[in-house]
């Protein structure tokens, strides 16, 4: 390790690489137990990692906003999975007749203060989805998917699947293998190794919600809300190309600022 690496940092890599090599060799029942039990560990040896959870990011959240508004009408029930303080289904819930709210805690979720009128929080374990079937048009989340184990994950998005009427969205947003990793073993390693489960490519994703049984998928590129539906085809082919490049080289690329609004991944699977 560099010397040039704080020691917090180094301690806080130590930790979670530990906490994490016990998620990925644990059992299904058994991760169902350590999700709550290894996160809560990190955040108290970890202090600084806890944010207000009644700050909000105001400009994120209207990019939020932006991003769905398309698939938002007055009629419209919309769920998000891992929906923390609730920002953005308090940004949102006056467009929308119903919200649903899937978290695993309730004290974080009503941070904010009381919890809409038109919003129901149910409590999950992280993986499953207790809404009723075919009844939610659009369901939306964001930085989750890395975090879970990816057997975890496939059964989470079949959940979601089934909450989903036909003719049903779910947005999904994740970060991209290539320019990663993104949790803590940024500074150390070439692949994710913390609590980045598993990072992901459109590739990937595309496979897995086929797999699950969306019949149409496609991806939003574009910056600060303001995106442009675009094959999931394309994105495949571009990985394609960079995939055949020296992983440095490819690393560098990765982080050029187009290619990295290009991997951004934001997909999106209708029922």
Do not use: W
Not at 16 to 25: D, G, M, P, W
Not at 67 to 92: H, M, S
Not at 253 to 271: A, D, E
């Amino acid at each position: 390790m560099s010397k040039t690496i704080p020691k917090h940092l180094i301690d806080h890599y130590k930790l979670e690489k530990h906490l994490a090599t016990q998620l990925r060799s644990a059992s299904r029942s058994e991760r169902l137990i350590l999700y709550r039990k290894l996160y809560d560990e990190l955040y108290t040896k970890v202090p600084s990692l806890k944010t207000n959870p009644r700050t909000v990011n105001e400009a994120y959240l209207k990019a939020t906003v932006r991003t769905l508004r398309p698939f938002l009408q007055k009629d419209t029930t919309y769920l998000e999975v891992g929906a923390g303080n609730l920002a953005t289904i308090r940004g949102i819930s006056a467009l929308v007749k119903k919200t649903i709210a899937i978290d695993v805690s309730k004290e974080f979720a009503t941070a904010l203060g009381p919890i809409p009128k038109n919003c129901e929080l149910i409590i999950s374990n992280g993986i499953s989805i207790p809404a009723p079937k075919n009844s939610v048009d659009i369901a939306y989340s964001t930085q989750l998917m890395e975090h879970l184990h990816p057997d975890d994950a496939e059964e989470q998005l079949r959940n979601v699947f089934v909450t989903l009427k036909k003719g049903g969205r779910y947005v999904l947003e994740t970060p991209h293998r290539f320019n990663g990793p993104h949790d803590i073993s940024k500074y150390f390693d070439d692949e994710a190794t913390g609590f980045h489960l598993h990072e992901y490519t459109n590739r990937e994703l595309r496979d897995l919600f086929r797999t699950t049984g969306f019949r149409k998928i496609y991806n939003l590129i574009g910056a600060k809300g303001y995106h442009l539906p675009c094959p999931t085809s394309a994105l495949i082919a571009l990985e394609s190309l960079l995939n055949i490049l020296p992983k440095s080289l490819r690393r560098a690329l990765c982080k050029f600022l187009p290619i990295k609004i290009l991997l951004g991944i934001k997909i999106i699977g209708v029922k």
